[in-house]
């Protein structure tokens, strides 16, 4: 039996995931997790085959997960499930040590097989998507993506500069290098262009 751990936020698509994966005979639907930090909990606790999980969740994204259960020795493989068609977001999936990326439109019996692909150790990646993730790198570093995505929330920089233990000038800083890179004119713009790209 493949022994998995669903992370999804959404009360129904968390139950479908379940029932679609229950209807499989080597599947067993092990634990399900709300936010990656609750995933990230019981994936320790449980040790499952495979986790499969969305990548926007509270607490703890599923690509923060992924990068966590690999630096935890976790034997579990990473299928990352989402709505996201976006190269960027697939390159740090498979950086972050995610074996699977699906689209939740994809067809149902895909799911079953991807879990089974990486199970045995192979990959299950939608293959226009994985060409299209190498063809333009993701230009920003982890700090400037977090300072980034924590200003396109609305955070003033002496806010940021407190969440991430930094000085405000260096949150200028980071923001500054972000829209340079980006070819933004402000914050807000460089925001929205890296989130398109899948970047943030």
């Known amino acids: 039996m493949i022994r ?3 992370a999804e936020d959404q009360s129904m698509v968390l139950g479908a995931l379940a029932a679609l994966l229950g209807l499989e005979e080597d599947v067993e639907v092990v634990a399900r997790a709300r936010d990656g930090r609750e995933a990230l909990e019981r994936a ?3 040790r499952p085959d495979v986790v499969l999980t969305d990548i926007e969740m509270p607490r703890m994204t599923g690509l923060e997960l992924a990068a966590a259960l690999r630096q935890a020795d976790s034997p579990a493989k990473v299928v990352i499930l989402t709505t996201f068609a976006r190269a960027g977001y697939l390159r740090r999936a498979l950086e972050a040590g995610a074996a699977g990326y699906l689209l939740k439109d994809a067809p149902a019996e895909e ?3 991807a879990v089974r692909r990486v199970h045995a150790g192979l990959r299950a990646v939608d293959p226009e998507l994985a060409a299209a993730a190498w063809s ?3 230009p920003l570093t982890d700090r400037e993506r977090q300072v980034l995505r924590l200003a396109d929330e609305g955070l003033p920089n002496a806010k940021i500069a407190d969440e991430l233990h930094l000085s405000e000038g ?3 800083n980071y923001l500054s290098e972000a829209i340079g890179k980006l070819g ?3 914050r807000v713009e460089a925001a929205r262009t890296a989130r398109q790209k899948g970047w943030l």
């Open 4 to 6: 998995v751990l669903i």
């Open 44 to 46: 320790r606790e449980l």
């Open 111 to 113: 799911l079953a097989e």
């Open 136 to 138: 333009e790198p993701d």
């Open 170 to 172: 260096t949150v200028r």
């Open 184 to 186: 933004a004119a402000n």
